[in-house]
């Protein structure tokens, strides 16, 4: 779950794919969405993970956030390989949609998570 803060200052808090470079989540999003909107506005978000299945779980990572406009089909790729396979992957990135999509880049600066 990606979580910001809204104009209002709700809490916003969506279900998102990521990957993880090492340094820094790689989230995409359509441009112009209320995530998008938010950290353009906040520079900052919330990012958790949770495991439900065998160990319950879960990591909360807090930091700035950049935003990359436009995305690159290979950060699709990516994304998309690391969730659906490279086969899948590659078939649904080849049918575009990136270009009318951003990539926002996490780099956590405080964590917190539990484990069982």
């Known amino acids: 779950m990606l979580a910001t803060v809204d104009r209002a200052g709700r809490a ?3 279900p998102v794919w990521f990957t ?3 340094e820094a989540f790689r989230i995409d999003t359509d441009r112009g969405s209320a995530k998008h909107r938010n950290i353009e506005r906040t520079g900052r978000a919330t990012l958790c ?5 065998g160990r319950y779980g879960f990591v909360t990572a807090e930091g700035p956030v950049t935003v990359q406009d ?3 089909y290979d950060d699709r790729l990516a ?3 690391h969730y659906r396979g490279a086969e899948a ?4 990135v ?6 009318r999509m951003v990539l926002l880049v996490l780099r956590p600066e405080r964590w ?5």
Do not use: F, M, N, S
């Not at 992957?89 to 649904?92: A, E, S, Y």
């Not at 917190?112 to 069982?116: F, K, V």
């Open 12 to 14: 916003h808090a969506v």
């Open 20 to 22: 993880w470079d090492g």
């Open 49 to 53: 993970i949770d495991e439900r299945e």
């Open 70 to 72: 436009p995305l690159t």
């Open 79 to 81: 994304l998309h390989t």
């Open 89 to 92: 992957g590659k078939r649904i």
């Open 94 to 99: 080849d049918q575009g949609g990136h270009e």
């Open 112 to 116: 917190y998570g539990w484990t069982e």
